[in-house]
């Protein structure tokens, strides 16, 4: 009967490794910097998050932007890191008066933020946008400091 088994198994390791198949996919998420030698090369990290919705405000309530057609993740844009500051704000990407604008996002629903009310009054409700999650520090050291950051004198 042990021989019958090691004879089964060995027949099924050399089926199933016959059938392995080598797998390969394109590189991605690098950037490629020439160095000229004896000169000043800079070199930075992307500080700018894709983002995480964009498209047309369809009107403006107060502080309240909304976005007809939008399917908003309101409980992810509404959240907030620990000191109770927001992680997501609105980019606004038309041109104008109020291109380039930054507003944190307050709330969220599934078709409306709700924006810091000073900076809202700049809008007229009907700009293109862009929403992203701020970078933070740890998106760069990691959020345990894996690089290993050192407190200064």
């Not at 088994?5 to 490794?17: D, E, F, I, P, Q």
């Not at 964009?54 to 502080?63: D, L, Q, T």
């Not at 307050?106 to 999650?133: C, F, H, M, Q, W």
Request: no cysteine.
């Amino acid at each position: 009967m042990k021989k019958l088994n090691l004879l089964l198994g060995t027949l099924l390791a050399t089926v199933a490794l016959s059938h392995a198949v080598d797998s390969y996919s394109e590189i991605v998420g690098y950037t490629t910097t020439s160095v000229a030698p004896g000169k000043m090369t800079m070199a930075s990290f992307p500080l700018l998050k894709a983002e995480v919705y964009s498209g047309v405000f369809s009107s403006k309530n107060g502080a309240v932007l909304n976005s007809a057609g939008s399917s908003f993740n309101s409980t992810l844009l509404a959240s907030k890191n620990y000191a109770g500051e927001s992680l997501y704000y609105v980019e606004i990407a038309s041109t104008g008066a109020s291109s380039g604008l930054i507003l944190d996002i307050v709330s969220a629903a599934s078709t409306s933020v709700t924006v810091a009310a000073p900076d809202a009054a700049r809008l007229t409700g009907t700009e293109n946008y862009k929403i992203r999650k701020y970078l933070t520090l740890a998106d760069v050291f990691g959020p345990g400091n894996e690089v290993g950051l050192k407190q200064g004198p």
